[in-house]
């Protein structure tokens, strides 16, 4: 398994835009699925993202369609969360996940590994 660190997260305004990072230990990162999952309060963890060993295959969830973009550098053991024109209803901890085989899923018991989580509230 992999240990993930998140990146800190923020208070953003409405339409604002926020970049979250997770880096990974280990020398097998590049072989990992990664995703990005995020949970709100009182409710249920829910899929955002995810993005396949090379990153040539990525996953959203409809509500973040043409606004979140999720990507990786293996070389760096790190994958990223570009969040952009953030709405009050992004508010929640964002998780990230490590998958260990090489294709996606929305599954979040499908992943191994996860992040301590990381508080992104925006503002309206």
């Known amino acids: 398994q992999v240990q993930l660190v998140e990146s800190r997260g923020g208070l953003v305004q409405t339409g604002g835009s926020l970049r979250l990072s997770c880096a990974a230990s280990?020398?097998?990162?590049?072989?990992?699925?990664m995703g990005w999952f995020r949970q709100a309060p009182g409710k249920e963890r829910e899929f955002v993202a995810a993005?396949?060993?090379?990153?040539?295959?990525?996953d959203y969830v409809d509500s973040v369609k043409g606004r979140f973009t999720i990507s990786r550098d293996n070389a760096k053991n790190t994958v990223y969360l570009q969040m952009n024109s953030l709405k009050p209803e992004a508010t929640a901890v964002y998780y990230c996940?490590?998958?260990?085989?090489?294709?996606?899923?929305?599954?979040?018991?499908?992943?191994?590994?996860w992040g301590q989580g990381t508080q992104v509230t925006v503002s309206s």
């Open positions: 996940a490590a998958r260990q085989q090489s294709y996606t899923t929305t599954r979040a018991n499908a992943y191994n590994s």
């Open positions: 280990g020398r097998t990162f590049s072989s990992y699925a």
């Open positions: 993005i396949n060993w090379s990153g040539g295959y990525t």
